[in-house]
T-cell receptor, first 113, second 116 residues
Framework: QKEVEQNSGPLSVPEGAIASLNCTYS??????FFWYRQYSGKSPELIMS????GDKEDGRFTAQLNKASQYVSLLIRDSQPSDSATYLC?????????????FGQGTTLQVKP | DAGVIQSPRHEVTEMGQEVTLRCKPI?????LFWYRQTMMRGLELLIY????????DSGMPEDRFSAKMPNASFSTLKIQPSEPRDSAVYFC??????????????FGPGTRLTVT
């Protein structure tokens, strides 16, 4: 079992719809969770961080964390073609007590006009 | 702040040559990370430093790879000798550290390495 798992996609949604990206992790002691967006040919860009169970909203983005189910998700409301990118889930392993992050393989999102 | 700075942005070299990649982290960040990204393997952590000290180099593929951080504002990743399978994008990232809420990593633009 991979430490951080994501569906590689592509996930295709029409413009204006809600895109739902999902991530599961194996280390139950993990405390910090991050979502990065990576456009083709560019570097990963941090868009959301979440540390507590529940929802965290930032503009059109909502991160959801459920530690009991070891599940973190990212919702993008009113999806735009400019949201088309690969979204990487990253988790700080609870056992590390350091700044190390484990990244998933990423989910490619395509928003069609 | 200028963000994480990497050089060169592109490097094309022949098999067997030495390659040196450079990184300047964000000022004040205590952690520095080197990653490699390929289509097949995704984003892989190679090595990371805390306060200039290497903490975990278990991701370094083999002895041909080495990394140093002589001071808080500079790190190098060296490949000697280079091989075609080393072709990838190499990213440097930095973070504040100091606790779960400070583990956000910020990435540099990357170095695209091609070994022919």
């Amino acid at each position: 079992q991979k430490e951080v798992e994501q569906n590689s996609g592509p996930l295709s949604v029409p413009e204006g719809a809600i895109a739902s990206l999902n991530c599961t992790y194996s280390d139950r002691g993990s405390q910090s969770f991050f979502w990065y967006r990576q456009y083709s040919g560019k570097s990963p860009e941090l868009i959301m961080s979440i540390y507590s169970n529940g929802d965290k909203e930032d503009g059109r983005f909502t991160a959801q964390l459920n530690k009991a189910s070891q599940y973190v998700s990212l919702l993008i409301r009113d999806s735009q073609p400019s949201d088309s990118a690969t979204y990487l889930c990253a988790v700080n392993p609870g056992s590390s007590n350091t700044g190390k992050l484990i990244f998933g393989q990423g989910t490619t999102l395509q928003v069609k006009p | 702040d200028a963000g994480v700075i990497q050089s060169p942005r592109h490097e094309v070299t022949e098999m067997g040559q030495e390659v040196t990649l450079r990184c300047k982290p964000i000022s004040g960040h205590d952690y520095l990370f080197w990653y490699r990204q390929t289509m097949m393997r995704g984003l892989e952590l190679l090595i990371y430093f805390n306060n200039n000290v290497p903490i975990d180099d278990s991701g370094m593929p083999e002895d041909r790879f080495s990394a140093k951080m002589p001071n808080a504002s500079f790190s190098t990743l060296k490949i000697q000798p280079s091989e075609p399978r080393d072709s990838a994008v190499y990213f440097c990232a930095s973070s504040l550290g100091g606790g779960p809420s400070s583990y956000e990593q910020y990435f540099g633009p990357g170095t695209r390495l091609t070994v022919t």
